[in-house]
């Protein structure tokens, strides 16, 4: 695992219904439903970086610009931020 990934810790790995990134130094954060970034993924932008596409308030109906129309809710295990400075 890199230093620009990560697992989330059991205490709150697959137990979340929105998701937000407001990475400083990355465009963009990956949100996988597997540990060590496997499975399906979905993508948001960096508030502070990009502005927009940067949060869902409701996984369950598609997440991100690469996650449309899969349900994401309570499934998310791992992070990987890309694009970044």
Known sequence: MSLNSGNFPAAIANK????????GSCNYTEFWT????????????SQTRLGSNYRDPQLSNGAGFDGAGINFANDIASYRFTGCA
């Open 34 to 45: 597997q540990y060590l970034q496997a499975g399906s993924k979905f993508t948001l932008y």
């Open 16 to 23: 979340s219904n929105s998701a937000w990134a407001n990475g």
